[in-house]
């Protein structure tokens, strides 16, 4: 079966950076854009960043542009989340989630196939 599985979160001060990672498998990766989610305690699950198949065209929410960058390894089945200059508002469970469109991520809902378990990242201020 898909299994999307994040790693790297953890607690960091404000400034400070941190570098996600999800694996996937069960799934032929590059038939598929790629993209993160966060959602914080009492907050609604939120876009964050998503590339597509090929690795050439990311986008990003408004309130990361500049500070995270979203990349993949086809040849590792994984994609990455680069998260510099954090905040304390950054806090939150980063999910990582895949679909075979790009843009549909951040629909309102989101169209999602797949998402991964989440993996916490907390920012100190």
């Known amino acids: 079966q898909v299994q999307l599985v994040e ?3 953890g607690l ?5 950076s941190l570098r996600l990672s999800c694996a996937a498998s069960g799934l032929t990766f ?7 989610f966060r959602q914080a305690p009492g907050k609604e699950r939120e876009f964050v960043a998503a590339i597509d198949w090929t690795g050439h065209t990311p986008y990003y929410a408004a309130s990361v542009q500049g500070r995270f960058t ?3 390894d086809n040849a590792k089945n994984t994609v990455l989340l680069q998260m510099n200059s ?6 939150a469970v980063f999910y990582c989630a895949a679909n075979p469109t790009l843009f549909v991520f951040s629909a309102t809902p989101p169209r999602v196939d797949y998402w ?9 201020s």
Request: charged share 10%; proline share 3%; no cysteine.
């Open 7 to 9: 790693s790297g979160g």
């Open 12 to 16: 960091v001060q404000a400034g400070g």
């Open 30 to 36: 590059t038939s598929y854009a790629m993209g993160w």
């Open 70 to 72: 979203i990349s993949r």
């Open 86 to 91: 954090l905040k304390p508002e950054d806090t």
């Open 116 to 124: 991964g378990q989440g993996t916490q990242v907390t920012v100190s």
